[in-house]
Every structure is written in structure tokens, then in C-alpha cells.
């Protein structure tokens, strides 16, 4: 599968940033999805994820902040991004999860898109 994704830019502190992530094939079939950031200077990190169930989970960064979703129709994930602040600089990545005896694989990773938020 393949993912794309897109929405990153440039933006001021405090406002809002919606990310998309499209996959080429049916996101159904991905137990989870996701966003991790890569910020400058930093080991890629967690963000956001969604599982199948819908059941979120959110850095403690961002809770409050951003929120994940998924359109199954569309084979699309989202991230709002709202009160966007300097820290949230970087690359975000979106990606494709399956589940194997209770633990989480990642078996698809996008491009990443640039978020720069300037204070």
C-alpha cells in the first residue's frame, strides 16, 4: 500500500493545520493508523493514532489539541491540528498498522509532509 500524504505548510502559532494521509488501497484492512512527527533535532515520535474501532490515542504533547480520524469510504486519515505551537515543527508521517498477538507492526509509512509553525 502506498501513502500519501498532504496539507503540510506554514503557519502562525496558535492557529490550525488539517493533514490528510490517502492510501491506495482499502484502509480497512489496517488495524491501526497514525501520524508520528519527526522535529528537528529529535527521534521520530508518536503523535496520534486510530485504531479500526475508532479508539484514539494522543502524545501528551497534543491531547486537548489535535484530533485523529479516518474515513474508510475515502481511505483517508486526517489530523487537526488546532493551537499549533513552535514544538509541533516538523515532519509529519503518516502509518499503516496490523496487530499480531497483541502488539502493533507498522507495514506502511508516507512520504511525510512539512508543518512549520512560526512563533
Known amino acids: 500500500v502506498d501513502l500519501v500524504e498532504s496539507g503540510g505548510g506554514l503557519v502562525q502559532a496558535g492557529g490550525s493545520l488539517r493533514i490528510s494521509c490517502v492510501a491506495s488501497e482499502s484502509i480497512s484492512q489496517f488495524n491501526r493508523l497514525g501520524w508520528d512527527l519527526q522535529a528537528p533535532g529529535r527521534q521520530r515520535e508518536s503523535v496520534a493514532t486510530?485504531?479500526?474501532?475508532?479508539?484514539?490515542n494522543y502524545a501528551d504533547s497534543v491531547k486537548g489539541r489535535f484530533t485523529v480520524s479516518r474515513d474508510n469510504a475515502k481511505n483517508l486519515v486526517y489530523l487537526q491540528m488546532n493551537g499549533l505551537k513552535p514544538e509541533d515543527t516538523g515532519i509529519y508521517f503518516c502509518?499503516?498498522?496490523?496487530?499480531?498477538?497483541?502488539?502493533?507492526?507498522?507495514?506502511?509509512w508516507g512520504q511525510g509532509t512539512q508543518v512549520t509553525v512560526s512563533s
Open positions: 486510530i485504531t479500526s474501532d475508532g479508539d484514539t
Open positions: 502509518h499503516a498498522d496490523r496487530r499480531s498477538g497483541g502488539y502493533y507492526y507498522t507495514v506502511a
